[in-house]
């Protein structure tokens, strides 16, 4: 019975590959498979791709910072096990990580942090975090694929990194926190959360 089973199994997993691939048996032994990287994105499929991620970027931000204006002081402070303590040391780390990778991606000091002493009201904070992805954002769309191509040297250890992979990580980076936020939110009780899904943000745009 245990051999017609590992047979089936196998079955359905050879189906499920695209044409042209099978599962081996060394495959299945191995528990692993060889896969073709795809190809990195280039010409105006790279400047598109940028610009159109941090564009979502910022909206998601602005629907996160709309539902967040709906929480009291007290919730913004109240202490929740996640990533960092509270809701207001969450928004502090993604404004934080938005400005610091958009004065490396131009090239300029990120010595002044307007987040990392941060010391003002909710307002300032939701105000002061949407102006960071908005000038990421505007940014990003008046760069040209020769400045996305560029290489900045790595924060840590030797060698460069491509100026493009910088953005796509500090956008990524913040969608990963953004998640933090709304499962934070619903154990302050803050409501419904608003939905920042990337592919809800491209019917909405009308792409």
Same mark, same amino acid.
């Given at each position: 019975m245990?051999?017609?089973?590992?047979?089936?199994?196998?079955?359905?997993?050879?189906?499920?590959?695209?044409?042209?691939?099978?599962?081996?048996?060394?495959?299945?032994k191995n %528990?692993?498979?060889?896969?073709?990287?795809?190809? $990195?994105p280039?010409? /105006? /499929?790279?400047?598109?791709?940028?610009? &159109?991620?941090?564009? !979502?970027?910022?909206?998601? %931000?602005?629907?996160?910072?709309?539902?967040? &204006?709906?929480?009291?002081?007290?919730?913004l402070h109240r202490?929740?096990?996640?990533?960092?303590?509270?809701?207001?040391?969450?928004?502090?780390h @993604?404004?934080?990580a938005?400005h610091?990778?958009?004065?490396?991606?131009?090239d300029?000091?990120?010595?002044?942090?307007?987040?990392?002493?941060?010391?003002g009201?909710?307002e /300032?904070?939701?105000?002061?975090?949407?102006?960071?992805?908005?000038?990421?954002?505007?940014?990003?769309?008046?760069?040209?694929?020769?400045?996305?191509?560029?290489?900045?040297?790595?924060?840590r250890? $030797?060698?460069y990194?491509? @100026?493009? /992979?910088? @953005?796509h990580?500090?956008?990524?980076?913040s969608? !990963?926190?953004r998640?933090?936020? @709304?499962t934070?939110? &619903?154990?302050a009780?803050?409501?419904?959360?608003? &939905?920042?899904d990337f592919?809800?943000y491209?019917?909405?745009?009308?792409?």
């Amino acid at each position: 019975m245990l051999l017609h089973i590992m047979l089936g199994f196998q079955a359905l997993l050879t189906m499920a590959v695209l044409p042209n691939e099978r599962i081996t048996g060394e495959d299945m032994k191995n %528990n692993t498979r060889t896969h073709t990287q795809p190809a $990195e994105p280039t010409g /105006d /499929d790279l400047t598109t791709m940028m610009r &159109r991620y941090t564009a !979502y970027n910022h909206w998601a %931000n602005q629907q996160l910072a709309e539902w967040l &204006r709906t929480a009291s002081e007290e919730d913004l402070h109240r202490e929740i096990e996640s990533s960092f303590s509270s809701l207001q040391e969450t928004v502090l780390h @993604i404004w934080s990580a938005e400005h610091l990778w958009l004065q490396i991606v131009k090239d300029e000091s990120a010595e002044n942090n307007p987040a990392k002493h941060f010391n003002g009201s909710k307002e /300032d904070l939701l105000k002061g975090w949407l102006q960071a992805s908005e000038n990421f954002n505007n940014h990003v769309q008046t760069m040209s694929l020769e400045d996305l191509q560029a290489k900045r040297p790595k924060s840590r250890g $030797e060698g460069y990194t491509v @100026i493009a /992979d910088m @953005i796509h990580h500090c956008m990524n980076h913040s969608t !990963y926190h953004r998640g933090q936020l @709304i499962t934070m939110g &619903r154990q302050a009780r803050l409501g419904s959360p608003p &939905r920042t899904d990337f592919i809800y943000y491209v019917g909405l745009s009308g792409e």
